[in-house]
């Protein structure tokens, strides 16, 4: 069973972060999700969109300054369903967003960002009911500082693994209390497919407990990962 896009992210919607982790981590993808040292704005959020990436860097002066990108080239990449995933390029000074954008951004279909930069307006954001999880919060405004350079590029943000996360337009993003991990497309039927299995697995070792049984007995009855297999990111 695969079905369309817009199917596979209604199934992963229904998932738990920790489930898709242990079948990516099973499947072979151990650096699939973001480093905990990235907080979301309001807590317990959680979403299931598709990547739209995007990257800037810090402004440079002289004849050789990269030019910045046009200001509607983000609203213009945005999709229903679409997560903004912001790569800042190691940027801490100020804020890369505020509200007007994410209000901009929402409008046009975005309903979560994620970046490893500041953001600010963070009370204005949290009452759109638009998630973020960022690096941090501030009230410096990151224009003056920081500029979009890239939009609908490969990024990376920093991992778990302690390594970056490679993310490209089109994965999949799923996030909760827990934290964020990232299905990449290729593969993303296999995972979810998975992850599904796992559930219901999961399911069963509820019941077993709850029934009486101890952990040990419940485990052996109802194998977690038998059903995991390795996969290429690639798809190929």
Known sequence: MTGTAEDLLARLAKLET???SDVLDEAGLANH????????????????????CARGEAKTGGAHARPAMPGSALEKAMRPGGVLVIDSGGFKRGALLGGFVA???????????VTDG????????????LPVVSGGVTPVNGSRRW???DVDVP??????????LAIAPGDYI???GDGVVVVPAAVAATIVEGAEELARIEGR???GLRGGGTRAEVFKRNPRFDHVRPVDPTGS
Request: net charge negative; charged share 20%; aromatic share 4%.
């Open 205 to 207: 070792i509820g019941e």
């Open 155 to 164: 990024v990376t943000l920093p991992g778990q693994e302690g390594r970056p």
């Open 18 to 20: 920790g489930q898709v």
């Open 33 to 52: 999700a973001l480093s905990s040292d990235l907080v979301p704005l309001a807590a317990g959020s959680r979403f299931a969109g598709i990547a739209v």
């Open 118 to 129: 500041p953001v600010r307006d963070a009370d204005e954001i949290r009452g759109l009911g």
């Open 147 to 149: 500029q979009w350079t």
């Open 103 to 113: 209000y901009s951004l929402q409008r046009e279909g975005c309903i979560a960002i």
């Open 174 to 176: 799923l996030a909760d």
